[in-house]
């Protein structure tokens, strides 16, 4: 008996709606809430995107990604940073979760308690995507470039298979590191170093 012990990449499962169905807002919110241990997105054309659960491993990894963003904030204070539970609503109507975000603090304020508590309608300045062994790296990409197309500033895409980052920018090609050490950027998240030792 042969064992597979290569992940096979995949893509999540694509919930064709309409035109039978055109989920509301609220009715999107709800329906994640119901449906907690899934994690749902929904494209801007209304798609509903349903991703596996990641592995133990990449679980960790973004922990250790999350960590490392959250005490920056913690002690830069201008903004809030979110974990990859967290639905935003982009202004093209899509709602993503990225794996890790951060968004200003003057922003976040400027929303009313109920946005904040529902998906709220922000694209963040920063965006993290980690692939785990098992994603396709093609709409992690396509993911990263509707985030700069939404707002972002900033989003950095982890290929933890191949220890690659993708930076992007808007109005700049994408930058490609192999194998860093670490990854920062000045200008957006003043001070922030992520420690890639702890993701690869």
């Known amino acids: 008996m042969t064992t597979v012990t290569t992940p096979v990449e995949n893509s999540p499962i694509v919930l064709h709606l309409q035109p039978i169905i055109d989920l509301t807002d609220d009715q999107f ?4 809430q119901i449906n907690r241990d899934l994690c ?3 494209t801007v054309t209304g798609e509903l995107l349903i991703m596996p659960p990641t592995g133990s491993e990449t679980g960790n990894r973004n922990l250790k990604l999350i960590q490392q963003l959250a005490n920056w904030t913690d002690t830069d204070g201008t903004g809030i940073s ?3 539970s967290t639905g935003f609503k982009l202004p093209n109507g899509a709602e993503r979760s990225p794996d890790a975000a951060w968004v200003k603090l003057e922003r976040w304020n400027a929303l009313t308690p109920e946005q904040q508590r529902k998906f709220a309608p922000i694209c963040p300045e920063f965006v993290v995507e980690l692939r785990s ?3 396709n790296l093609e709409p992690l990409k396509t993911k990263m470039q509707e985030y700069l197309e939404n707002g972002a500033l900033l989003g950095w895409l982890i290929d933890r298979k191949n220890r690659q980052v993708y930076i992007y920018r808007p109005g700049v090609a994408v930058e490609f590191l192999d ?3 670490t990854v920062r950027r000045e200008s957006v998240l003043p001070g922030f170093v992520l420690d890639l030792s702890k993701i690869w």
């Open 82 to 84: 979110f974990d990859s």
């Open 133 to 135: 062994p098992s994603d």
């Open 179 to 181: 194998n860093p050490a």
């Open 40 to 42: 749902i997105e929904r």
């Open 29 to 32: 919110f709800k329906l994640c």
